[in-house]
């Protein structure tokens, strides 16, 4: 093992690049005894050398020109750390370019440009690490990537954004709207000024895409992974599913088609039939699919997941050997973040990075992994709730409409009309298990229906 100094360029210097440089000044001495040499910072790239920090940087280390910090001999590790996908895939490919290591914490640049960047560091014989960009201080990465390698994962279920889950237990647990839930977060830091990418979605969706490529082999697009947001979320909703036992939470899911339903607590498989039996389990196995989705959904108030609150993340992985795992841990933050950060630095530092760089092939275009299932054929139970006339013979239409999809019904609760008397009930309806595509073709016909009064809503439910 060299005992030369590890050389750490790092470019951007806000709350999670601020973490990385108070790791490296202020703990040097307890990274050289994990390192088994010293982790030195060389350089912190900024765009304005001015501005406050976090962390107060020593003067030499701040410069603006990131070519010559990547290209400086006694730097071998760039950490990219400023977010967004166009400069900092360029700082990538460069540093690359320069026969330096990367670390990212950037999940968005690795779901939109994964193959382009491993291909790249492969043709050079350089590392890319990246176990802070999914849920912070979780160590989700090395756990599918190492401590799981013996299994095939057949399912992942994730609370992947610390945002949206704060929000979820505000309106969970103190009956607030949205917007006042969404409110508290922003004041707390929680929230961006503009939170749209964490509540929508697309930051789980960008984090699935991630965990897929190295679970299942799947190089799969944002694009590719159907989401929904809990930025249309009616409390209503919330506390309908609460009085039949359920919380909810927006969850990145992946199913395979080596999911079982013989344990339908832990998992909705993928199928286009009946409950297969095992033996139809090995054949359907052979197809090697996924499918991925982002989207609240309705958990039982005793599931592990639904019991994590605030801003925390947590991840269940399903393995073939080992069965259910559960990962928690503050998902983002400056030191959560900046410690993933660091845990890569120090892999680099040993060795252990290179080594399983080299056989874990990551998105890799000769990777024959599994292919993505369409959502339509993804079994699910379902929440439906609409809001009809009060008036006989509409359950009687709604349940025909199921029945003609041969979607069977679980409960149905019907509240009781407002004073008054013309306002349109909630209809709360939870089916059995059902194909999506079935599912949804019988959704259409009833917002078609002249007793709907708005459009129906509806969530998959997770037993």
């Not at 709207?177 to 707390?188: K, S």
């Not at 389990?281 to 019991?307: F, G, N, Y």
């Not at 029945?403 to 013309?422: K, L, R, W």
Request: aromatic share 4%.
């Amino acid at each position: 093992m060299s005992s030369e100094p590890l050389g750490v360029v790092l470019v951007g210097c806000g709350t999670v690049g601020g973490g990385v440089a108070k790791i490296l000044l202020e703990h040097a001495d307890r990274l050289a005894r994990r390192a088994g040499r010293p982790v030195v910072l060389r350089r912190v790239v900024v765009r304005d050398p001015s501005r406050a920090r976090p962390v107060a940087i020593p003067a030499g280390l701040l410069t603006t020109d990131l070519t010559a910090a990547i290209t400086d001999p006694a730097a071998h590790v760039v950490a990219e750390l400023i977010g967004g996908t166009s400069v900092a895939k360029k700082v990538v490919l460069d540093a690359l370019a320069a026969g330096k290591h990367v670390v990212t914490a950037n999940k968005a640049l690795l779901a939109e440009a994964g193959t382009e960047i491993f291909e790249a560091a492969r043709k050079v014989e350089r590392v890319v690490c990246f176990e802070a960009a999914v849920a912070g201080g979780v160590p989700i990465i090395r756990a599918l990537g190492e401590s799981l390698a013996a299994n095939q994962v057949t399912a992942i279920q994730g609370i992947l954004n610390g945002t949206s889950n704060f929000i979820l237990t505000g309106m969970a647990e103190k009956g607030l709207t949205y917007r006042a839930a969404l409110a508290e977060a922003q004041r707390l830091g929680y929230a961006e000024a503009d939170p749209t990418l964490d509540v929508d979605g697309s930051d789980a969706a960008h984090k699935l895409a991630v965990l897929a490529q190295i679970a299942f082999g799947v190089a799969a697009r944002p694009h590719q992974i159907e989401r929904q947001g809990i930025d249309t979320l009616d409390p209503m909703d919330i506390r309908f599913a609460s009085e039949l036992g359920y919380t909810i939470k927006l969850l990145a899911e992946a199913w395979t088609s080596e999911s079982t339903q013989a344990d339908r607590s832990t998992s909705r498989p993928v199928g286009n039939g009946s409950s297969p039996s095992r033996s139809e389990d090995v054949a359907s196995s052979e197809l090697k699919t996924v499918a991925l989705h982002v989207a609240p959904v309705l958990l039982r108030h005793t599931d592990l997941l639904a019991q994590v609150r605030g801003a925390y993340n947590a991840i269940v992985v399903h393995g073939d050997l080992v069965g259910e795992t559960l990962y928690q841990g503050p998902g983002a933050g400056m030191m959560p973040t900046a410690s993933s950060v660091a845990a890569d630095l120090i892999d680099l530092a040993v060795g252990r990075a290179q080594r399983t760089f080299a056989v874990a092939r990551l998105w890799a275009k000769e990777c024959k992994g599994f292919t993505v299932e369409p959502t339509e054929r993804v079994r699910s139970r379902f929440y439906l709730r609409l809001l009809v006339a009060d008036r006989p013979g509409v359950l009687a239409d709604v349940t025909r409409i199921l029945a003609d999809e041969q979607i069977s019904i679980s409960s149905v609760v019907q509240h009781e009309a407002g004073e008054g008397g013309d306002q349109p009930v909630p209809l709360v309806i939870v089916t059995h298990y059902a194909q999506t595509g079935r599912f949804r073709a019988a959704l259409g016909k009833i917002n078609r229906l002249a007793v709907v009064a708005v459009p129906a809503v509806f969530y998959s439910v997770g037993d």
